[in-house]
């Protein structure tokens, strides 16, 4: 079966590759995915070996060896090298910076009538009644007031509760 991506490096990448591979200061990772490189060259340089053969020789599933190829084709050598892949997962904020100021102003007042302190729940019901935000899940105020060092255990002020202090 022909290989959906088949690498040929440059003089340049080639070298950069064994740059990194003779330093020896980069993650384990990233000196494999430059050696998987290295093999997998179908250029005039390279030695063109299969996937099966590099999977075997340094100990990898046939799978990574044709992910590090695919990186290497579609994004380049940077992202070809990287160990872990960046970005992908960027999600969209629920709360922007006004209602995050609304949810912690109301966190820091008091809390509704016949409660000691504010619930999670509460507050996620209360920012909804007043028309700050649309519904939103409790987990997100809670990582809202947790990014803003304002528990509801703490005062908002970001001083925490006194503690006991040993006896002397």
Same mark, same amino acid.
């Given at each position: 079966?022909?290989?959906?991506?088949?690498?040929?490096?440059?003089?340049?990448?080639?070298?950069? @590759?064994?740059?990194?591979?003779r330093?020896?200061?980069?993650?384990?990772?990233?000196?494999?995915?430059?050696?998987?490189?290295?093999?997998?060259d179908?250029?005039?340089?390279?030695?063109? *070996?299969?996937?099966?053969?590099?999977?075997?020789?340094?100990?990898?599933?046939?799978?990574t060896?044709a992910?590090?190829?695919?990186?290497?084709?579609?994004?380049?050598?940077?992202?070809?090298l990287?160990?872990?892949?960046?970005?992908?997962?960027?999600?969209?904020?629920?709360?922007?910076?006004h209602?995050?100021?609304q949810l912690v102003?109301?966190a @820091?007042?008091?809390?509704?009538?016949?409660?000691?302190? *504010?619930?999670?729940?509460?507050?996620?019901?209360?920012?909804?009644?007043?028309?700050?935000?649309?519904?939103v899940?409790?987990?997100?105020?809670?990582?809202?007031?947790k990014?803003?060092?304002?528990?509801?255990?703490?005062? @908002?002020?970001?001083?925490?509760?006194?503690?006991?202090?040993?006896?002397?």
């Amino acid at each position: 079966m022909a290989k959906k991506y088949v690498v040929q490096l440059t003089v340049q990448e080639r070298q950069r @590759c064994l740059d990194l591979i003779r330093a020896g200061q980069a993650p384990a990772r990233s000196i494999m995915h430059a050696q998987v490189l290295l093999k997998s060259d179908s250029g005039p340089d390279g030695p063109a *070996w299969t996937d099966d053969v590099i999977s075997q020789a340094f100990e990898v599933s046939t799978v990574t060896v044709a992910h590090i190829r695919q990186a290497q084709v579609t994004e380049g050598l940077d992202a070809a090298l990287r160990h872990y892949q960046t970005g992908g997962r960027e999600y969209q904020r629920k709360l922007d910076g006004h209602q995050e100021a609304q949810l912690v102003a109301l966190a @820091c007042g008091p809390p509704p009538e016949g409660r000691v302190r *504010w619930t999670l729940r509460l507050l996620t019901s209360r920012m909804v009644e007043l028309g700050y935000t649309a519904p939103v899940s409790y987990n997100t105020v809670s990582r809202v007031l947790k990014k803003t060092n304002c528990g509801l255990g703490a005062s @908002c002020n970001g001083a925490s509760r006194p503690t006991r202090t040993p006896a002397s």
